[in-house]
């Protein structure tokens, strides 16, 4: 195939070596669309007559079938995806297969084909990540006011509510969306009639592919629309920076679960045991999707790697753009599928975060904040409570048993009062500052994030 100006055959393993319809037959969808918009285009523009279009346009749907019933027979030798659909045109349709590549190269053809791909793969991310933050919200209703341990340092920092831990990961996920919307703004330009690399002497009208395809934009340069990958390397960036928040939630998850914490049980059908140990539950498939992570950052490094030294404009270097993509596409989505479930199947353990509460002296900033109410300076106020925490260590005591003489020989302001802030209901209750961890601020966001998932 496509072999006119070259003598004999290819070697086989310089086929199998070039061709790319093993994988990037996940594309058809796309490419038939795409060569079904350029027919009607060319049809619109009096390059082909109507009946020309129609007949390659009912060829086209009939492959689509052929495949998509696994009847279609894909052959190596056609080497891509596009010269296998059109091969099969041309039995289906006889001559008039050939005349669909006018005007058209395989440089713009395939640049399109992987637009749609990724604008639909963009458009299932936005999906699957919205329910997970379902999910996330879901869980932070349901324990409204359970209070927990946050950390700094992985060490007890101060308390918080543990619908505020879980809705941090939901915001997250948001400005995941949001950027994936952003990203498909420019994944959805249309490189279709900027041919091999030059344009054409054809009469085209790129904007009416772009139309049928209900992208928004056309290229503007041809050099530029056929060679550039940016607009998939910025999708699978997008990808990567939400496995990252998926991968830290997965942590979070990992050491709720360790019986160390066990402020989770984690659902049955989501755990593995040991083939050794019998006591194990093991949470394997948050550890999973923290290991995939490292994957879709390869895949995106491995991209970026691949264009950096590219010249104009087209070269075969870029057919590797594709399987990094669908690996990050697949991962991805099912990795925010299974967190879905995942989280939505979580049972928490009040009692045992409570107990957490009550270790690692959560409320010294409370005591602190105390003294400087009472016109310590806060950074004085800071030391002292330090002291305070000394004190109640030496005597293996939580601060709030410490007596109002110990703390007094500290602090001579501290009074009787002292010790209804040092709850942790008193710590997470008074943290009404806009996004806090108080109650009124949490509900504002639940509020929020209602809205924003509301379909
Ligand atoms: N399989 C090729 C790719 O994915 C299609 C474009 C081929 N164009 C070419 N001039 N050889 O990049």
Redesign the pocket.
Known sequence: MLRARLRGEAADKVRAFTE?VSY?RRLYRQDIAGSAAHAAMLARQGVLSGEEADLLRAGLKQIGEEIASGSFSWSEEQ????MNIERRLTEIVGETGKKLHTGR???D??ALDFRLFVSESLERWMVLARELAASLLAQAERYPDVLMPGFTHMQAAQPVSLAQHLLAYAWMLKRDVERMRDCAVRVRVSPLGAA?LAGTTYPLAPEHVARELGFEGVFDNSMDAVSDRDFAAEAMFCASLCMTHLSRLSEDVILWANAAFSFVILPDAYSTSSSIMPQKKNPDVAELVRGKTGRVYGALLGLLTTLKGLPMT?N?D??E??EPFFLVDDTLSRSLEVMSGLIAALRFRPEQMRRALALGYVNATELADYMASRGVPFREAHALAGKAVALAEEKKLALEDLSLEDLRSICRLVEEDVYALLTPEAAVLRRQSPGGTGPESVRRQIEKLRLWLKP
């Not at 080497?79 to 596009?82: G, P, S, T």
Request: without cysteine; negative net charge; hydrophobic residues 20%.
């Open positions: 790319s990037d080497e891509d995806v596009h190269s395989r440089n053809q395939v091999a087209y075969r870029l057919q753009d594709k």
